[in-house]
């Protein structure tokens, strides 16, 4: 059965950097596009990024450009998040998730989150 | 970027009653629309896709329906179980953007 499993949340302190990974397992990982969801406790959802299949494609929502990088590693079915420079108010659970394609983007798997908090 | 809108936020029904949610999209989203229910402390679940494509293993009393920029999703007949919050999601282009979810209580 699929499963995608995150990692690497924790308690970190503002501007300070942290890298999720999510492992991914019964699919072809590198056949699916790939995406970060978060949601902040008690609130909606947010799309953060995604990543095409091969990694040849990226987009990332304007809250988080040009500070996180989405990237794969398709010989170890792991999808990463590197996150620099972290903001207070990106206190929030991490999701990854499937998509079928890069154009057909509902995400049809999710982890379970891994909650990242950073806080002085 | 699209902004979607839902209504209501929370609804309270009666097990059995027909519940529908409605999603707004601020432009033509196509039939580019996702509908997901998340229970407390679990991660959301892909309910329906292509506005009314029910999920393998999705219970039929879920329906989609709509197009261009206004959705609905109905349960036909609320069940208890389905006491949750649902949001839907556009994807015909990115940024992807999520409603600001409905919550579902049942009375």
């Known amino acids: 059965q699929v499963q995608l499993v995150e990692s690497g949340g924790g308690v970190v302190q503002p501007g300070s950097s942290l890298r999720l990974s999510c492992v991914a397992s019964?699919?072809?990982?590198?056949?699916?596009?790939m995406h970060w969801v978060r949601q902040a406790p008690g609130k909606g959802l947010e799309w953060v990024a995604v990543i095409s299949f091969n990694g040849g494609t990226k987009n990332y929502a304007d809250s988080v450009k040009g500070r996180f990088t989405i990237s794969r590693d398709n010989s170890k079915n792991t999808l990463y998040l590197q996150m620099n420079s972290l903001r207070t108010d990106d206190t929030t659970i991490y999701y990854c998730?499937?998509?079928?394609?890069?154009?057909?983007?509902?995400?049809?798997?999710w982890g379970q989150g891994t909650l990242v908090t950073v806080s002085s | 970027d699209i902004q979607m809108t839902q209504s209501p936020s929370t609804l309270s029904a009666s097990v059995g009653d027909r519940v529908t949610i409605t999603c707004r999209a601020s432009?033509?989203?196509?039939?580019?629309l996702a509908w997901y229910q998340q229970k407390p402390g679990k991660a959301p679940k892909l309910l329906i896709y292509?506005?009314?494509s029910l999920e393998s293993g999705g219970p039929s009393r879920f329906s989609g329906s709509g197009s261009g920029t206004e959705f609905t999703l109905t349960i036909s007949s609320l069940q208890p179980d389905d006491s949750a919050t649902y949001y839907c999601?556009?994807?015909?282009?990115?940024?992807?953007?999520f409603g600001g979810g409905t919550k579902v209580e049942i009375k």
């Open positions: 292509k506005v009314s």
């Open positions: 999601q556009q994807y015909n282009s990115y940024p992807l953007t």
């Open positions: 998730a499937r998509a079928l394609t890069y154009g057909q983007a509902y995400l049809d798997y």
């Open positions: 019964g699919f072809t990982f590198s056949s699916h596009a």
């Open positions: 432009q033509s989203i196509s039939t580019w």
